[in-house]
Nanobody, 124 residues
Framework: QVTLVESGGGLVQAGDSLRVSCVAS????????MGWFRQASGKEREAVAS????????EYVDSVKGRFTISRDNAKNTVDLQMNSLKPEDTAVYYC?????????????????WGQGTQVTVSS
């Protein structure tokens, strides 16, 4: 059984930093590209960042470029999202996802497994 468990969400102020993490089990982690998505209340789920199997390729949505960094540790089966200079519009539930394929991907339908999400709230 594949499980993805996110952690690290919370309430912060605008300009603060936060790191969310995801640990995967039940899969060969190094065979999966990983992604972080977010869903704000009343909005569709959107891709935030994606990272390739070996971590060489990374992709970000324009709104987070220069502020967020995705990373992975294949030895620990983890993928992290470091979020700096947070803005109120970053408020959302953040989801970790795994896709059995190469490269990077930003569409939800390209991902096979999802975590339950962790809430990130940024106050102004």
């Amino acid at each position: 059984q594949v499980t993805l468990v996110e952690s690290g969400g919370g309430l912060v102020q605008a300009g603060d930093s936060l790191r969310v993490s995801c640990v995967a089990s039940g899969l060969t982690f190094g065979f999966y590209r990983m992604g972080w998505f977010r869903q704000a209340s009343g909005k569709e789920r959107e891709a935030v960042a994606s990272i390739s199997l070996n971590g060489v390729s990374r992709e970000y949505v324009d709104s987070v470029k220069g502020r967020f960094t995705i990373s992975r540790d294949n030895a620990k089966n983890t993928v992290d999202l470091q979020m700096n200079s947070l803005k109120p519009e970053d408020t959302a539930v953040y989801y970790c996802a795994a896709s059995f394929d190469y490269g990077v991907a930003s569409r939800t339908r390209e991902y096979d497994y999802w975590g339950q999400g962790t809430q990130v709230t940024v106050s102004s």
